[in-house]
């Protein structure tokens, strides 16, 4: 399982970048409201710039644990 999760990684990274912020989060998970995907990544590391909190591709791919599913991960938007 972890293969599947390094694709979705590589792909986020190639459309996003190796850190994202919540909006490029938010569309690369797939969500329409950023307030769905910050409740996705509540428990995911960030790196607090002061600004707004950046999340690492890998742990945005990896998730928080609670249901997601890369089986059902279409790829960036």
Do not use: H
């Amino acid at each position: 399982m972890g293969t599947k999760r390094q694709e979705i990684a590589t792909d986020i990274r190639k459309n996003y970048g190796n850190m994202l912020n919540i909006k490029q989060a938010t569309k690369a998970l797939g969500f329409k409201d950023p307030r769905a995907a910050q409740r996705f990544l509540d428990g995911v590391p960030y790196c607090d710039t002061g600004r707004q909190k950046k999340y690492l591709a890998s742990d945005i791919a990896y998730g928080n644990g609670t249901g997601f599913d890369p089986a059902n991960y279409s790829g960036a938007a």
